[in-house]
């Protein structure tokens, strides 16, 4: 790429080509990926800037937060709710959804994030990052006045996302992004401040030989999964006939990225631990984005048996077992679990 396109001008040229960004989409694009910056300059100072650790709060889930959880959940907050493209967002680190206070002018869209994905990884130095994915409030019923935002709004399948991406606090910082015309990437130029286009058009491949999941809960996954894992495990002899690599970041946003690059599966499925859970990860700021990220790259997602994306949520923290990545991995393991 002979000259540097930033992430303004892929946007305003999307615009024009596609029609798909309206100002007001732009605008919230253009915050968030300015919020990540500055989720990314606290990331990098680390112990010096006092925001490792743990806060001393738990959220929704139950889970401890850690300090860099809630910086990144405040950073996204106060920079998106005065802009008046927002009527509200939902958060990972937040109970219930945050409607754009009154005194500032209401917007169309709905932010939903993960502010710090991979929150283990806060602390030893390993890839983390912030997922997002926007949606807009529905229009009221013929006949109805407009309504206060609620969780309600929210309650949508993955298929109405308007944009949805993630940034990747890494060797790099790199923001990924797709609003549903195909999948683009940049990095950010520390010296010049902005996101810098780095890849368009970025492709899954089909086929794969690695694989990411977390083998220490092997002995609770359901059979599909064990089945397909074994039959990976034994490579060349075995029913698959090609060896098999194995990753696992236990950061989400590392492990899709890789996807992304140079493909492969990943799985956090449904197991017995807590049977009444579909699965550990959320379906509206985690599994969402990231599926419709990986079928944008020609890739495919599923929970194990139906498409992510046609997923009607109930709840707002509702979790969901993921399968995702190259298309014809993702096909196998639906099938094993279809064939049941
Ligand atoms: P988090 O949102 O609390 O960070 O949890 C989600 C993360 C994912 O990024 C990752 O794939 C998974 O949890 C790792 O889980 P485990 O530690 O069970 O391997
Ligand atoms: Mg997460």
Redesign the pocket.
């Known amino acids: 790429m002979s000259q540097k396109i930033s992430l303004t001008r892929y946007l305003v040229e999307q615009q024009r080509v596609n029609g798909h960004i309206p100002a007001q989409l732009r605008l919230l694009l253009e915050v968030v990926a300015r919020s990540c910056k500055g989720i990314s300059q606290a990331v990098n100072k680390g112990a010096l800037g006092g925001v490792l650790g743990a806060a001393t709060t738990e959220n929704v889930q139950g889970?401890v937060q850690k300090k860099l959880d809630i910086i990144a959940n405040e950073v996204l907050i106060e920079a998106n709710e005065w802009g008046g493209h927002l009527a509200a967002m939902a958060s990972?680190e937040m109970d219930s959804i945050y409607a754009v206070p009154n005194r500032y002018p209401q917007g169309e869209y709905l932010l939903l994030f993960?502010p710090?994905?991979?929150?283990?990884n806060i602390d030893v130095n390993v890839s983390i990052g912030t997922i997002f994915s926007v949606l807009k409030k529905p229009d009221p019923a013929p006949g109805k006045a407009a309504h206060a935002v609620n969780e309600q709004d929210f309650l949508q399948p993955g298929s109405q996302q308007v944009a949805a991406g993630y940034c990747v606090y890494g060797p790099q910082t790199t923001l990924v992004l797709t609003v549903g015309n195909g999948v683009a990437m940049f990095t950010l130029d520390r010296e010049q401040g902005s996101f810098v286009l780095t890849q368009e058009n970025v492709q899954v491949p089909a086929d794969t030989q690695e694989f990411a999941i977390?083998m220490s809960?092997m002995r609770h996954w359901d059979e599909p999964v064990k089945r397909y894992i074994d039959e990976c495990l034994q490579g060349k002899e075995g029913p698959r006939g090609k060896d098999f690599n194995m990753r696992?970041i236990?950061?989400?946003?590392a492990?899709v990225h890789r996807i992304l690059t140079r493909g492969g599966i990943f799985m956090?499925p449904w197991d017995k631990r807590e049977p009444n859970k579909p699965g550990?990860?959320?379906l509206m700021y985690?599994a969402n984005p990231m599926s419709w990220l990986i079928e944008q790259a020609g890739g495919a997602a599923t929970n194990g048996r139906e498409r992510i994306l046609d997923l009607q949520p109930g709840k707002l923290h509702e979790r969901v077992s993921v399968v995702l990545g190259s298309k014809n991995e993702v096909e196998l393991v639906t099938k094993y679990h279809n064939a049941l």
């Open positions: 889970e990972e993960d710090l994905d991979g929150s283990s977390n809960n696992w236990a950061s989400m946003v492990d956090y550990k990860l959320r985690e």
